[in-house]
């Protein structure tokens, strides 16, 4: 009776189970009442009994084809039909109707239900399996509707096991809005190394650039359709020959074969976006991307050989002014050891008061009197002065700018008390806080507990504040702007014009004073009508007109202050009058009461 069923020792214990399952049906089957089949239809069930479980259980190449091909003998060996499995993840899904339907057989003629099982799993994952008979048909017998019941419980099982494996891949490899994953990310470069074709392939991370003001202007859910169309573009160039994923929020990392790197780079730069299906909507949607040429002979070792490389590169091209598009060059490699090195040794060095600070004049342009001073950092390491640039980018990175911020507050409190009490002039002195403190949420009370500690008079402080880039950032700012306006505590607004929505920047905020950047300043040469002193003109009248004190920095020539007297702006910050002075220095201009300024006209 049995000898059709093969045992196979290296067989799973799912095999096993599923012969006790059989062995125990023969059993039940084989009873004095005389319904037991004919001999030949008996043998031929389990003949193909044995080939669905070998099928089943073939985990080396499962061939749907094939097992198809079974259920179909099987089916009509019993008079099915038509044969029904759904699949849904979860009991919600069920009721909503959210799954996945199969009909491997169905002959046209299935209308009365003779056998119907469902399953709910641990996870709570339902299958069901229904049969179907014609109205017409040879009902089952007792022994049929065993047999027939046996292979649809085995059938559901082995449904269960793939969907559930489908969705542990979902889980597993795919984020919750459904886009492939940093796992699914490594998983592509692992298969590409072992086939050794990284090289030929580029690597690529980006970053929607000012995606949160998309949201803000079209709304979340046509955001969802913008990404997800963006997303779209890069996929169908990449093909299948590469992937894409998304590592989080707007952040998305690919790899693809060169020739499909131009195209890339173009959609990096900037495309029309559909924010709905009929396409009436569209959005201008770029990127900061990060490059990653994998060369000749390259062997992954893991995956963090290529991610770190094109982190390098990304971190660069999100900070870099003159490009959004940045390749990965061993020189980075050396800039990041140096990044790491100054990270390291930062926290000593301010312990160890390697950082000092120096003050350049704001120069009155009439009378040539320092009305007030602007506190930068400067770096003594080892008998040289560190450049800024080679450091606070570096430090601006993480959250230690925050630290050396206070710090210079700190400085600049102690300095004016010391001043105060040797009976010196005293001006009000602007200290920079970097964008990195809106995140803090008591920041204001940090720099009123600073400045209080060192019991400085508030007018003699202003905090000087950089434009944001993002409408987050914009609204910390007010937020901030306005507790220190209530604490009496000066503010002016740093590189105006630079950042984001520079007009609701002012409208919005109640600055006291404007620092424009030296882009707007027009330069030797610029006509009355050139757009730069256009621009420069009704910028400072505008902030005149809002009662807001007007700083012009990197003033560096006689022009430029014959320009500034003409626009009624009167005070400069610059190298016409001072570079950033040591204390000492700073200190003995401040005795010698004035500059000279070059004669009005």
């Not at 470069?189 to 003001?213: I, M, V």
């Not at 306005?482 to 014009?497: A, M, N, W, Y």
Request: hydrophobic share 40%; charged share 30%.
């Amino acid at each position: 009776m049995y000898h059709h069923f093969r045992y196979n020792k290296n067989k799973s214990r799912v095999v096993y189970i599923l012969r006790d399952i059989l062995e125990l049906s023969v059993y039940c089957m084989s009873d004095d009442r005389g319904n037991l089949m004919d001999k030949n239809k008996t043998e031929t069930y389990y003949i193909l009994f044995e080939k669905m479980i070998s099928s089943m259980t073939n985990y080396e190449g499962f061939e749907r084809s094939e097992f198809v091909g079974i259920l179909d003998e099987i089916c009509e060996l019993f008079r099915i039909a038509k044969g029904v499995t759904e699949f849904y993840t979860s009991l919600s899904n069920e009721k909503a109707g959210q799954g996945e339907i199969l009909i491997d057989h169905d002959n046209g003629r299935g209308e009365k239900v003779v056998v119907r099982r469902r399953v709910v799993t641990k996870t709570m994952a339902v299958i069901i399996g229904t049969l179907y008979m014609a109205e017409g048909d040879e009902p089952l017998t007792e022994d049929e509707y065993l047999k027939v019941d046996l292979i649809l419980r085995a059938l559901l099982s082995f449904v269960s096991r793939n969907r559930l494996q489908g969705a542990v891949e979902m889980l597993g490899f795919f984020d919750d809005a459904g886009y492939p994953n940093l796992r699914s990310y490594n998983r592509c470069l692992e298969q590409l190394n072992q086939k050794r074709a990284l090289p030929g392939h580029t690597a690529l991370h980006f970053n929607l650039r000012h995606f949160s003001l998309i949201n803000s202007d079209v709304g979340r859910r046509a955001g969802d359709v913008v990404m997800r169309n963006y997303f779209n573009l890069i996929k169908e160039v990449i093909g299948e020959d590469g992937i894409i994923c998304r590592m989080g929020g707007d952040n998305f990392i690919a790899v693809f074969e060169n020739r499909c790197t131009t195209q890339i780079e173009e959609i990096m730069k900037g495309v029309p976006v559909s924010c709905d299906i009929t396409e009436d909507n569209r959005v201008m949607i770029s990127a900061t991307a990060g490059f990653y040429v994998i060369p000749d002979g390259f062997e992954m070792r893991n995956e963090e050989d290529i991610l770190n490389k094109l982190m390098i590169a990304s971190v660069i091209a999100k900070r870099d002014d003159a490009s959004s598009i940045v390749y990965y060059d061993e020189n980075m490699l050396v800039r990041k050891d140096q990044s790491m090195r100054i990270q390291r040794i930062f926290p000593k060095a301010l312990k160890d008061k390697e950082f000092r600070v120096f003050y350049q004049p704001k120069v009155d342009v009439d009378s040539g009197r320092i009305v007030g001073a602007e506190a930068l950092c400067r770096w003594f390491r080892e008998g040289r002065i560190v450049p800024p640039m080679d450091f606070i980018p570096i430090l601006e990175q993480h959250m230690d700018i925050c630290q050396l911020d206070f710090y210079m507050l700190d400085c600049v409190c102690k300095d004016i008390i010391r001043w105060l009490a040797e009976g010196r002039h005293v001006v009000r002195t602007s200290v920079n806080l970097s964008r990195k403190h809106l995140v803090d949420v008591d920041l204001l009370e940090h720099i009123m507990e600073i400045i209080e500690r060192n019991q400085v008079p508030h007018q003699y402080i202003e905090i000087e504040l950089t434009e944001t880039t993002t409408d987050v950032e914009f609204k910390d700012l007010k937020r901030v702007v306005k507790g220190l306006q209530e604490q009496g505590i000066s503010t002016s607004v740093d590189d105006f014009g630079i950042g984001y929505s520079s007009l609701n920047l002012i409208r919005e905020i109640p600055w006291n004073v404007l620092k424009i950047d030296r882009c707007f300043l027009p330069v030797e040469g610029d006509s009355e009508s050139d757009v730069t002193t256009l621009m420069f003109k009704h910028v400072v009248s505008m902030a005149q007109a809002m009662g807001l004190v007007c700083i012009v920095e990197g003033v560096e020539t006689v022009r430029q202050i014959e320009i500034l007297r003409e626009n009624q702006c009167s005070i400069a910050q610059g190298f016409y009058f001072d570079k950033p002075l040591p204390v000492e220095e700073f200190e003995k201009r401040m005795e010698e009461a004035c500059y000279r300024v070059p004669e009005c006209e």
